[in-house]
């Protein structure tokens, strides 16, 4: 990592990209904002996340714009049907390539569209998980059993839910986390099974089942990405902690879930393998992006005393549709 001895990339790298809007709907300005070089000082703490998850993105767009996986998978087609497709978007949109290029760049879009097809196929046709392999994953899962995203744990009535398919009536917290509010529905803390990658990008079901928390399998979904989800935060309602926004809920889940410990400046050896975490942003002014956002336990968390609020108070706050009791 290389971070700019004076700040003058940084100014310049910010006069340029945001001295005005009007520049967003420039082709002139657009072109000139394309060929900066975002300093590393400016994406923070996350920013190895906030570099590959955008690298994936234009991955995935590029492989899409060659040709849309969904229009394969309800008829089943074949590899030689997809190269066809994606060979004839290459060459008209690579035409300086050399036709072996042009081939070689087909057949890996091809490929990794081929396994895309495939898995929307098999999500649709996933079998229903064996009472053994439940009692497994709850075997893995802990003692107690936690959420393996946010360390949150499930209550015995919860384990009974999930092994016996009962219908236990879930207790909900009194108290419920303003920027994580896990705990305003009984999904919220019931045991779901999560796959870690999802079928879409490519997970199976050997080695990539865990337990997850409702809230957390919720808003994880099938994303992969922090801009697979609106890029701003939301706007919260009035509340005792004093913050303008709200961290899109993914964006929460996606640091927890690759972070899972306690990001305390001065160390702390608490994870989401022992106690609940949750997020808190760096600098407590600005607003409630990747960029500003840091995992933490509520043993080192700056918002202890205010944090936690009635249920029915962190709803307002949300102004979800979320059925609350």
């Known amino acids: 990592m290389t971070v700019s001895a004076h700040p003058m990339d940084e100014v310049h790298f910010l006069d340029s990209a945001l ?10 300005s657009l072109g000139e904002l394309a060929r900066l070089q975002v300093p590393e000082g400016l994406l923070g703490r996350q920013r190895s996340l906030l570099r590959a998850d955008i690298n994936e993105q234009w991955a995935r767009w590029f492989i899409e714009s060659l040709a849309d996986p969904r229009q394969y998978a309800g008829r089943g087609a074949s ?8 060979f004839h978007a290459v ?6 390539f050399s036709r072996p290029q042009k081939k070689e760049l087909a057949a890996s879009a091809s490929q ?4 895309y097809v495939d898995r929307l196929q098999t999500s ?13 994953l709850l075997d893995l899962a802990g003692d107690p059993p936690r959420c393996w995203i946010c360390g949150g744990w499930f209550a015995e009535e919860a384990v009974e839910n999930f092994l016996y398919k009962e219908r236990h009536e879930l207790a909900l917290p009194q108290f419920v986390d303003i920027l994580k509010p896990r705990g305003l529905s009984q999904r919220d803390v019931a045991i779901e099974i999560d796959h870690v990658v999802a079928h879409s990008h490519g997970g199976g079901e050997e080695g990539n089942l865990a337990l997850s928390c ?13 801009y697979d989800v609106e890029g701003r935060p939301r706007k919260a309602g009035p509340n005792s902690l004093g913050v303008e926004s709200l961290p899109q809920p993914f964006w929460t889940v996606r640091l927890l879930a ?17 106690t609940n975490v949750t997020v808190v942003p760096i ?17 080192h968390d700056p918002y202890r005393s205010t944090r936690l609020q009635p249920r029915r108070v962190a709803y307002e706050i949300w102004r979800t549709d979320t059925p609350t009791k």
């Open 214 to 226: 409702g809230w957390c399998n919720r808003y994880k979904s099938a994303f992969s990405s922090l």
């Open 19 to 28: 001295s005005s809007g009007a520049s967003a709907w420039s082709s002139a």
């Open 258 to 274: 690759v972070v899972r410990r306690c990001e305390h400046p001065e160390g702390c050896e608490h994870s989401a393998d022992t």
């Open 91 to 96: 060459e008209a949109r690579f035409n300086h």
């Open 124 to 136: 649709s046709r996933r079998q229903p998980v064996p009472f053994a392999d439940k009692r497994l």
């Open 283 to 299: 600098n407590p002014e600005g607003a409630a992006n990747p960029a500003n956002l840091r995992v933490c336990c509520y043993e």
């Open 112 to 115: 990794i569209l081929k396994q």
């Open 79 to 86: 590899y030689p049907q997809i190269f066809a497709d994606v």
